[in-house]
């Protein structure tokens, strides 16, 4: 059974960090992108970052580039979102999913194309709560 457990969120001020953790079982993770959306309120579901398993290429969102950095730990199965500088405009339910590519190393570029499609994505687990208040 494929699942995708995100966890880490919770309440915190503005200016002040979060670590996002999103543990994968059920799939062969080297051979997946790993990538984190976001939804608040009332919003469409945005692609924030996303990291390929097998080479560790990444892709950012403008919205957060500079301040957020997403990681693998391949050995667990598991893959990070530090947050810093947090904005009360990051409070959104975050969402791991997961997508998979093979053996192939995508570009950059390729890997923001996939997360503008989040209906593109193989697999999606349920969300965590980040909420930053002012």
């Known amino acids: 059974e494929v699942q995708l457990q995100a966890s880490g969120g919770g309440l915190v001020q503005v200016g002040g960090s979060l670590r996002l953790s999103c543990a994968a079982s059920?799939?062969?993770?080297?051979?997946?992108?790993i990538g984190w959306f976001r939804q608040a309120p009332g919003k469409e579901q945005e692609g924030v970052a996303c990291?390929?398993?097998?080479?560790?290429?990444?892709y950012y969102a403008d919205s957060i580039k500079g301040r957020f950095t997403i990681s693998s730990d391949n050995a667990k199965n598991t893959v990070y979102l530090r947050m810093n500088s947090l904005k009360p405009e990051d409070t959104a339910v975050y969402s791991c999913t997961a997508l998979r590519v093979g053996k192939r190393r995508p570009t950059a570029q390729s890997l923001g194309n996939m997360m503008r499609n989040y209906y593109g994505m193989d697999y999606w687990g349920k969300g965590t709560l980040v909420t930053v208040s002012s």
């Open positions: 059920g799939f062969t993770f080297d051979d997946y992108v």
């Open positions: 990291i390929s398993a097998n080479d560790g290429t990444t």
